[in-house]
């Protein structure tokens, strides 16, 4: 190999690193992750970016945070047990009432199995299933980090059971794909009026998730990484 060739690799592999250290660096700071002071200065100039307590909005709703107990794909309490009161930002919550009272004409409750997510917790999601279909990666946050994203289900407001969705909730597999239609006539009609209802009040599905709403553009809100009781203070 000549010195014009060995300067020539040696250059080629400089920029190479250095395009790498680069995008490292615009990884890491491109991302604004909130503690509560940040989270309340932000509030005090955009006051629509407020958290709201969306059991208090909606009376109605079943609660069920899996993550609050060991019933979930971890198989261990990611939440405080005590953990009964979901939050959403105001424009989320907003739009969840609204479902919510166009359901409940059709004789529908909504089931909660998750809303806002501090950061910590995706992290520590990340470490256990390094999948971006199923669990968020915390290089970019996600919707539950927001405040604009819910994991949900319908109830039978009659008897208070789960309408049938064909599989539970934290299902990793292609029958919780909105496209999996090797399922009952009845289990899509159900997945149908979710869907439906969801989209007309502006959420947006999750193609691998029956159960995963969120609103567009999440770059428009800062990641929180507040505890639950911070919030409820």
């Not at 992750?33 to 940040?38: G, N």
């Amino acid at each position: 190999m000549t010195r014009l060739q060995q300067f020539s690799w040696l250059t080629l592999l400089l920029t190479l690193n250095l395009a790498k250290i680069v995008a490292q660096s615009t990884d890491t700071t491109a991302l604004v992750i909130q503690d509560k002071k940040a989270y309340l200065a932000t509030i005090a100039s955009s006051p629509i970016k407020r958290m709201v307590n969306v059991n208090k909005l909606i009376p109605s709703l079943k609660m069920e945070l899996r993550y609050a107990s060991k019933n979930n794909f971890t198989g261990k309490r990611m939440y405080p047990p005590s953990s009964t009161t979901c939050y959403l930002r105001e424009e989320a919550a907003s739009a969840l009432k609204a479902v919510s009272d166009s359901l409940s004409k059709r004789g529908f409750d909504l089931k909660i199995f998750d809303a806002y997510r501090p950061y910590a917790v995706t992290a520590r999601f990340w470490k256990l299933i390094r999948d971006e279909r199923y669990v968020a990666n915390p290089r970019l946050g996600s919707g539950h980090n927001r405040g604009i994203a819910i994991d949900l289900t319908l109830v039978d407001k009659s008897t208070g059971v789960e309408i049938d969705m064909g599989t539970g909730f934290d299902n990793f597999s292609t029958a919780a794909h909105h496209s999996y239609l090797e399922l009952q006539p009845q289990v899509l009609i159900n997945r149908k009026i979710l869907k439906e209802i969801m989209e007309h009040f502006g959420f947006k599905s999750l193609e691998t998730e029956w159960w995963h709403y969120s609103l567009p553009n999440p770059k428009r809100y800062e990641v929180l990484n507040l505890s639950f009781r911070e919030l409820a203070d």
